[in-house]
């Protein structure tokens, strides 16, 4: 089964050009309850603060939350990324192509 990684800052969290206010981007909660396999979704800013979005903005979805992106990925997998590693790059959708 595919997992789908999604980032939180300026993916799952749109931050305002203040850096104070916030937005949920809907399109990518939208893309996560669609999704058909397992969600991880992470953070720079550590475990916590993954979570704290996570339970925040996917109430309705099955997720697990990850302390920094070190994924082993497999074949069908999808990122969320508005700054995608290298490596993957090639599986990443920007969150504005959700749109």
Do not use: C
């Amino acid at each position: 089964m595919a997992t789908l990684y999604i980032d939180v800052d300026d993916t799952l969290v749109v931050w305002t050009a203040d850096g104070e206010s916030w937005i949920a981007n809907k399109a990518v909660i939208e893309f996560a309850k669609q999704w058909k396999g397992d969600i991880v979704v992470w953070s720079g800013g550590g475990l916590d603060y993954a979570q704290m979005w996570a339970r925040r903005l996917l109430q309705s979805v099955k997720w697990v939350a990850s302390p920094k992106f070190n994924p082993v990925v497999k074949d069908g997998d999808v990122f969320i990324d508005d700054s995608p590693f290298k490596a993957w790059e090639h599986a990443t959708i920007r969150p504005w192509e959700l749109f």
